[in-house]
């Protein structure tokens, strides 16, 4: 059953919860320590050093907005998370570690709107949006159950390609990096910040002006504006020259090079789609994430061999477009956006009150 939202601390940097602490009649000290706990991802009962005064006044913020309720460990030391939020919606999370450090993938929205054929978040449309300090919970709830901590995190880089469409929850996504990367909290560097993004042109030229030096991925996997609203009904509204020409602009202005995911289907592995593909995107400083397809229940949508791959591969490589295919993650644990929550939800799996879990799992 979805109730209404409780307002969490994670939604303030450490100013706004001073703020509030000495509105509410309480010392500037104990703003410090009421952010320390949120960072160490530690409900009030957990605290030694918050008076129960402090904890009641402030009765009305949850300091846990997302608990983890389930968790499947695949290959590889890849983990995935489901997230139970105040109102008792789910979302997904994933942990993927790396030799040049651990990845947590986390989601931006409950459900999409924007109905990807080859993705699962979006099946059931979109519910809402998620708060900065949402979606910032599920980093500090990975962080906290992989025994990292502010000062020595389990997590280096952090991921936007979860559930969701980050620059339809553009507010709140901002919001929420700038709160990750803050000197104040986990400090994790905006260079170790990658969204991913269907590709909106308005948004896109919006987030080049922000000064946040991330890494902006966009999921192209078409390279003619006929394939590509076949599989992708945003398409239809924005042209492959439109959202090239943005991320264009996001390069001229951040000097961060601009990925582009294109997924390997019997469509645009075809020759002419290859090299539609280079004409695109030669010359350019961009580099192309080749994606092996997972399988998505409820979604028809055919991956292509792993041979073609790297053919596809080798071609742009001599047209002097960096590509690299990228490392398949995840699929043994339903590793596609959406994936597990559906498959938790299709197994009659009822959701209890929010208050009825613990913190971790």
Same mark, same amino acid.
């Given at each position: 059953?979805?109730?209404?939202?409780?307002?969490? %601390?994670? +939604?303030? $940097?450490?100013? @706004? =919860?001073?703020?509030? *602490? &000495?509105?509410?009649?309480?010392? #500037?000290?104990?703003?410090?320590?009421?952010?320390?706990?949120?960072?160490?991802?530690?409900?009030?009962?957990?605290?030694?050093?918050?008076?129960?005064?402090?904890?009641?006044?402030?009765?009305?913020?949850?300091?846990?907005?997302?608990?983890?309720?389930?968790?499947?460990?695949?290959?590889?030391?890849?983990?995935?998370?489901?997230?139970?939020?105040?109102?008792?919606?789910?979302?997904?999370?994933?942990?993927?570690?790396?030799?040049?450090?651990?990845?947590?993938?986390?989601?931006?929205?409950?459900?999409?709107?924007?109905?990807?054929?080859?993705?699962?978040?979006?099946?059931?449309?979109? %519910?809402? +949006?998620? $708060?900065?300090? @949402? =979606?910032?919970?599920? *980093? &500090?709830?990975?962080?906290?159950? #992989?025994?990292?901590?502010?000062?020595?995190?389990?997590?280096?880089?952090?991921?936007?390609?979860?559930?969701?469409?980050?620059?339809?929850?553009?507010?709140?996504?901002?919001?929420?990096?700038?709160?990750?990367?803050?000197?104040?909290?986990?400090?994790?560097?905006?260079?170790?910040?990658?969204?991913?993004?269907?590709?909106?042109?308005?948004?896109?030229?919006?987030?080049?002006?922000?000064?946040?030096?991330?890494?902006?991925?966009?999921?192209?996997?078409?390279?003619?504006?006929?394939?590509?609203?076949?599989?992708?009904?945003?398409?239809?509204?924005?042209?492959?020259?439109?959202?090239?020409?943005?991320?264009?602009?996001?390069?001229?202005?951040?000097?961060?090079?601009?990925?582009?995911?294109?997924?390997?289907?019997?469509?645009?592995?075809?020759?002419?789609?290859?090299?539609?593909?280079?004409?695109?995107?030669?010359?350019?400083?961009?580099?192309?994430?080749?994606?092996?397809?997972?399988?998505?229940?409820?979604?028809?949508?055919?991956?292509?061999?792993?041979?073609?791959?790297?053919?596809?591969?080798?071609?742009?490589?001599?047209?002097?477009?960096?590509?690299?295919?990228?490392?398949?993650?995840?699929?043994?644990?339903?590793?596609?956006?959406?994936?597990?929550?559906?498959?938790?939800?299709?197994?009659?799996?009822?959701?209890?009150?929010?208050?009825?879990?613990?913190?971790?799992?």
């Amino acid at each position: 059953m979805i109730e209404e939202r409780k307002k969490c %601390i994670q +939604d303030h $940097s450490l100013e @706004e =919860i001073t703020a509030i *602490v &000495l509105e509410r009649g309480f010392p #500037k000290f104990r703003s410090q320590q009421i952010f320390e706990l949120s960072l160490s991802y530690r409900d009030w009962a957990e605290s030694s050093n918050i008076p129960k005064s402090l904890s009641e006044a402030f009765s009305d913020y949850v300091i846990v907005p997302a608990k983890i309720i389930s968790k499947v460990n695949g290959n590889k030391g890849v983990t995935k998370y489901l997230f139970l939020l105040t109102d008792n919606s789910i979302v997904e999370g994933v942990y993927l570690p790396n030799n040049y450090g651990n990845t947590v993938c986390v989601s931006s929205q409950v459900g999409c709107a924007r109905g990807c054929e080859f993705c699962a978040s979006g099946i059931n449309g979109l %519910i809402r +949006d998620l $708060s900065p300090g @949402e =979606i910032l919970g599920q *980093v &500090l709830a990975i962080n906290r159950e #992989k025994n990292g901590t502010k000062n020595n995190r389990a997590i280096s880089n952090v991921v936007l390609m979860g559930s969701g469409e980050p620059l339809d929850n553009y507010v709140n996504v901002i919001r929420f990096i700038r709160l990750i990367t803050s000197e104040n909290g986990l400090n994790i560097s905006p260079r170790n910040i990658t969204l991913s993004t269907c590709g909106i042109p308005d948004k896109i030229y919006k987030l080049a002006k922000e000064e946040i030096p991330l890494t902006l991925t966009i999921s192209l996997h078409a390279s003619s504006d006929i394939d590509r609203q076949k599989i992708m009904p945003i398409a239809k509204v924005y042209s492959i020259k439109d959202v090239v020409k943005a991320a264009d602009f996001y390069y001229s202005n951040t000097g961060r090079r601009v990925s582009y995911e294109y997924a390997l289907t019997e469509l645009s592995s075809k020759n002419e789609s290859i090299d539609d593909l280079v004409k695109l995107l030669k010359g350019k400083q961009v580099h192309i994430n080749l994606i092996r397809l997972n399988p998505v229940r409820g979604k028809s949508i055919l991956g292509s061999e792993d041979k073609r791959a790297e053919e596809i591969k080798k071609i742009l490589g001599d047209n002097g477009i960096s590509a690299t295919i990228r490392r398949s993650l995840g699929s043994d644990i339903d590793g596609a956006c959406g994936q597990l929550r559906n498959h938790f939800l299709a197994d009659g799996k009822k959701i209890k009150d929010f208050s009825e879990y613990s913190v971790i799992g």
